[in-house]
């Protein structure tokens, strides 16, 4: 079983920047592809980005390219999402999640355990 804690949530102007972080109880958290989702009221739940087992593969959902940047602490089992330049539309409860397929980028179904999700607001 694989628990998943996010924090880092909050709420911040546009413009500003956030911190998102995940941390993984499991033994084997390298083997692990991640991704971060988010889904804001009314939508569907959309993948942010992910990052393959190694960290040496990213993918990013074409609203955050150039402004979000996923990353990964094997040794300290954590994955992260920096958010830069923050819009009022990056609004949304933001979820990690695992695969056990190493080199998942992204799709949904891939991904079998998930965190309870952190709350992230931009005010305008």
């Known amino acids: 079983q694989v628990q998943l804690v996010e924090s880092g949530g909050g709420l911040v102007q546009a413009g500003g920047s956030l911190r998102l972080s995940c941390a993984a109880s499991?033994?084997?958290?390298?083997?692990?592809?991640m991704g971060w989702f988010r889904q804001a009221p009314g939508k569907e739940r959309e993948v942010v980005a992910a990052i393959n087992w190694s960290g040496f593969n990213t993918r990013y959902a074409d609203s955050v390219k150039g402004r979000f940047t996923i990353s990964r602490d094997n040794a300290k089992k954590t994955v992260y999402l920096q958010m830069n330049s923050l819009k009022p539309e990056d609004t949304a409860v933001y979820y990690c999640?695992?695969?056990?397929?190493?080199?998942?980028?992204?799709?949904?179904?891939?991904?079998?355990?998930w965190g309870q999700g952190t709350q992230v607001t931009v005010s305008s």
């Open positions: 999640a695992a695969s056990p397929t190493g080199q998942a980028m992204g799709v949904m179904g891939e991904y079998q355990y």
């Open positions: 499991v033994r084997t958290f390298g083997s692990y592809g």
